[in-house]
């Protein structure tokens, strides 16, 4: 919960209670929130990492596979390049680079973009159904936004869909068929996902586009990382894009992967080519 959330629980309705313990596996990084939990419950008196329970053997082993998709904008930026006048202010004409940043004004509109293009929801959906198909198991595959996934789990055939709109009897059963399946793949809102689930047998874990919230991107390799009789080592696939903006919130994530000393490798593909990577 937000520390907010906390502070008011504690401080104004449990105030009379002496002894408070807090435990958690993601203390915020914005320091706000992060006082206002210290504010509830007192200082950390102690932290043990995931790479530590990883080391350990008490968590799975892991390793993240960072895709970035290349966005092919050539042909925009040829005709750019026709039209292009220099002017005082503008003598040269934008690098690729910068004219693919500039392309889309703003955040949502290249999450838009991203979201509805028909060849890059083929590429993914084609993944999903590699990594299915490999013979490690059952793939939990996180989006960000109800109409994506739906249109992501319309793609991968077998594929179940969850968002925050299911009834929480009816999430808990798709997760159930996590014990006893072994080619499932259930793509879910991340909202919903990525905190409160004990699902052991995740042996692909994958999310797309997720953003660059600390707590969000690590709760979600925390849900991988549960051991089965069956299972030591969860395969994490990061999938992004090199526009601006996801390009910087895969930078910020990479920063989190460094700090938990988690192992992890990034490529760029070209997406509009089906097939391996």
């Known amino acids: 919960m937000r520390g907010n959330v906390l502070t008011k629980l504690l401080n104004d309705y449990g105030k009379h209670i002496a002894f408070r313990f807090g435990v958690t596996g993601t203390l915020p990084k914005a320091e706000t929130d992060a006082m206002s939990i210290r504010v509830a419950v007192g200082e950390v008196q102690y932290t043990i ?9 008490h968590l799975a082993k892991l390793d993240i596979d960072i895709i970035q998709l290349e966005v092919d904008l050539k042909d925009q ?28 004004p703003d955040f949502q509109a290249e999450k838009r973009f991203h979201q509805t293009e028909k060849i890059r929801l083929d590429w993914i959906a084609n993944q999903i159904e590699q ?3 490999q013979g490690k198991g ?7 936004g109800v109409n994506f996934g739906k249109k992501l789990t319309k793609l991968v055939e077998g594929a179940i869909f969850l968002s ?7 999430r808990k059963e798709v997760y ?19 905190v409160g ?17 600390f707590i969000r991107v690590i709760q979600t390799i925390g849900r991988s990382l549960r051991k089965a009789p069956d299972k030591d080592h969860v395969d994490v696939t990061d999938i992004c894009s ?14 989190f992967y460094k700090e938990a000393e988690y192992p992890y490798k990034k490529r760029t593909v070209d997406y509009s080519v089906l097939g391996d990577v």
């Open 176 to 194: 159930n068929l996590f014990k006893n399946n072994n080619n499932l793949v259930v793509i879910a809102t991340v909202q919903i996902a990525s």
């Open 49 to 57: 990492t995931a790479h530590e329970l990883i080391t350990a053997g």
């Open 131 to 133: 990594k299915r198909d």
């Open 77 to 104: 930026y040829a005709e750019y390049l026709d039209e292009f006048i220099p002017t005082k202010d503008h003598p040269k004409p934008l690098t690729y680079r910068k004219f693919k940043d500039a392309y889309f």
């Open 242 to 255: 090199d526009l601006k903006y996801s390009r910087k919130h895969t930078a910020e994530r990479i920063k």
């Open 197 to 213: 689930l004990n699902i052991k047998r995740i042996f692909n874990m994958m999310f797309i586009d997720v953003g660059k919230s």
């Open 164 to 170: 925050g709109k299911d009834k929480m009897k009816d």
């Open 138 to 144: 059952n793939v939990l595959c996180l989006v960000d």
